[in-house]
C-alpha cells in the first residue's frame, strides 16, 4: 500500500466465507474495514458502507485480495497469520491502536483475557477500556477480537451478527484450547 492519501477513491468487497459473506473496505493507506458476516450480502455491504460511506464497490488490489484469501483460510480453519494486512488506523484513537497491536499477536487458536491486554498496555485497571476498544474493532478478524476473553465469565461480548455464538464458533473453527482438550470438548 502506498503511504499517502491521495484523491483515490476507497473501494469495497463483499466475498463469501465459510461463515458467510464478508466485506473489506480499503484506501491508499491500507485497509479501513473488515466487516464479518451479517444475514446476507446486502446487509453485509450496508453495514460496510455505515462504516466507510465514502467507498465504492470495486475489485480489489493484490494486497487486498491477499487480505481477502487470508480471512477466507482463517474462517476454513486455517492458521493463518493475518500481521501482513496493512491497515489504515486514521481516525482510531491511540489507546484502541495498541489494544488492536496486541490483539493482532494472539495465535489462532490462542487467547488473552481483557485483563491479559490491559496488563501488557501497563495498567490492569484499564481492562474494561480494552473491552470498548475491542467491541469498536472496524477490522474483524484481521484484528482477531474473538480470541479475546472475559476472565470471570471465559466468553466476553462479541458485537459481531450473531454475537457470542459467532465469536465460539470462530474459536472452535481455530481450535481454540484453555489448558485442556479443547473449548468444545
Known sequence: ?????????????????????CG????PLGVRAVQLPQSDAQRTA?????????????????DVRRAIAGICALLSGERVD??????????VPQLHQRVYEIARGIAPGATLSYGEIAQRLGDRSLARAVGQALGRNPFAPVVPCHRVLGAQTGTGG????????????????????????????
Open 24 to 27: 473489506i473496505a480499503w484506501g
Open 82 to 91: 493475518l500481521s501482513f494486512v496493512c491497515l489504515d488506523m486514521q481516525g
Open 1 to 21: 500500500m502506498r503511504t499517502e492519501p491521495d484523491a483515490d477513491p476507497a473501494g469495497s468487497k463483499v466475498f463469501d466465507t465459510p461463515l458467510g459473506p
Open 158 to 185: 462479541f458485537s459481531a451478527h450473531g454475537g457470542l455464538q459467532t465469536k465460539l464458533k470462530m474459536l472452535e473453527i481455530e481450535g481454540a484450547r484453555f489448558g485442556g482438550p479443547g473449548l468444545f470438548d
Open 46 to 62: 450496508a453495514r460496510l458502507r455505515q462504516r466507510v460511506p465514502d467507498a465504492i464497490a470495486a475489485e480489489p488490489p493484490a
